[in-house]
């Protein structure tokens, strides 16, 4: 794939790059958050079992621990969103309103 949807950054920074598809951050056995061109939540649907049938609805699974993206499991994670902010996923906060939380407004 080399057109990807999204860019790494250092040791823990997705950074959505188009508007038209949404992440789906698969984390290891923690709640899947998605990033949307609206903000960042966690996502309630099903995660699709390709990564074809993610991208016919405009989605792109980003799984942190493969080796294209960060290789291990990660406690925290940061996500610049398309709505202008940076946001803080804390996997170590998951049953809690800290879970997601705006780390940054206006990165850019």
Request: aromatic residues 10%.
């Amino acid at each position: 794939m080399a057109d990807k949807n999204f860019i790494t950054s250092g040791r823990n920074t997705i950074i959505h790059k188009i508007k038209k598809f949404d992440l789906l951050i698969i984390n290891g056995d923690n709640p899947v958050v998605i990033v949307s061109h609206r903000g960042i939540g966690i996502y309630k649907g099903e995660v699709p079992a390709k990564r074809s049938i993610a991208k016919k609805a405009y989605q792109d699974i980003v799984h942190v621990e493969s080796s294209e993206v960060f290789s291990e499991e990660k406690t925290l994670l940061f996500v610049q969103a398309l709505d202008g902010r940076e946001y803080k996923v804390d996997y170590s906060k998951t049953e809690t309103n800290s879970f997601i939380k705006v780390h940054q407004d206006n990165y850019i």
